[in-house]
T-cell receptor, first 112, second 113 residues
Framework: ELKVEQNPLFLSMQEGKNYTIYCNYS?????LYWYRQDPGKSLESLFV?????AVKQEGRLMASLDTKARLSTLHITAAVHDLSATYFC????????????FGTGTRLKVLA | GAGVSQTPSNKVTEKGKYVELRCDPI?????LYWYRQSLGQGPEFLIY????????DSGLPNDRFFAVRPEGSVSTLKIQRTERGDSAVYLC???????????FGPGTRLLVL
């Protein structure tokens, strides 16, 4: 059974600091997605990573994918309060289907 | 343009009742997904459609759950004989094609008393 694990599960950080969220998965895949969810809201797509070594950046967020290590990272640079949210990664395994398996999420709180 | 819409936004029902949840995807999107999200958890895959056909329904928990997309646009998730454990937020998402960006609807919050 495919497992998608994120760590940390909860992260409290000061504004202006840098940090990385990790997403590990247990099966072969080169399709990984990052989403953001604000409290009481639905999910918003952040990044689509479709090959080994893929790197995407948007503002203070940068995502990368290492398919050999089965690892994706979401790096936060100089955090601001508006980045406070829950971040999910999702993996689509090599199995002939486009079934997305989500991680448990990382709840980020940026303190002013 | 309009995003993904879901109705109702909230549904309260009694144990044993039947419910239908509706999803209107973005126009022209061929792929449509249903997920269930419990408090503090990530979305749990239920089923996805490519066009009118259910391409993978392996996430449906049991035969009380069923979904249709008869004309390749609107989809309905149907739950028979609801149980308290079915209480969750049911999310719908669509994408132009498989593997492309998914756009999520606001969800339907289902509460089974």
């Amino acid at each position: 059974e495919l497992k998608v694990e994120q760590n940390p599960l909860f992260l409290s950080m000061q504004e202006g600091k840098n940090y990385t969220i990790y997403c590990n998965y247990s099966t072969t895949s080169d399709r990984l997605y990052w989403y953001r969810q604000d409290p009481g809201k639905s999910l918003e797509s952040l990044f689509v990573l479709l090959s080994n070594g893929a790197v995407k950046q948007e503002g203070r967020l940068m995502a990368s994918l290492d398919t050999k290590a089965r690892l994706s990272t979401l790096h936060i640079t100089a955090a601001v309060h508006d980045l406070s949210a829950t971040y999910f990664c999702a993996v689509v395994p090599y199995s002939g289907t486009y079934k997305y398996i989500f991680g448990t999420g990382t709840r980020l709180k940026v303190l002013a | 343009g309009a995003g993904v819409s879901q109705t109702p936004s909230n549904k309260v029902t009694e144990k044993g009742k039947y419910v239908e949840l509706r999803c209107d995807p973005i126009s022209g999107h061929t792929a449509l997904y249903w997920y269930r999200q419990s408090l503090g958890q990530g979305p749990e895959f239920l089923i996805y459609f490519q066009g009118t056909g259910a391409a993978d329904d392996s996430g449906l928990p049991n035969d009380r759950f069923f979904a249709v997309r008869p004309e390749g646009s609107v989809s309905t998730l149907k739950i028979q004989r609801t149980e308290r454990g079915d209480s969750a937020v049911y999310l719908c998402a669509s994408s132009l094609m498989l593997q492309e960006t998914q756009y999520f609807g606001p969800g339907t919050r289902l509460l089974v008393l």
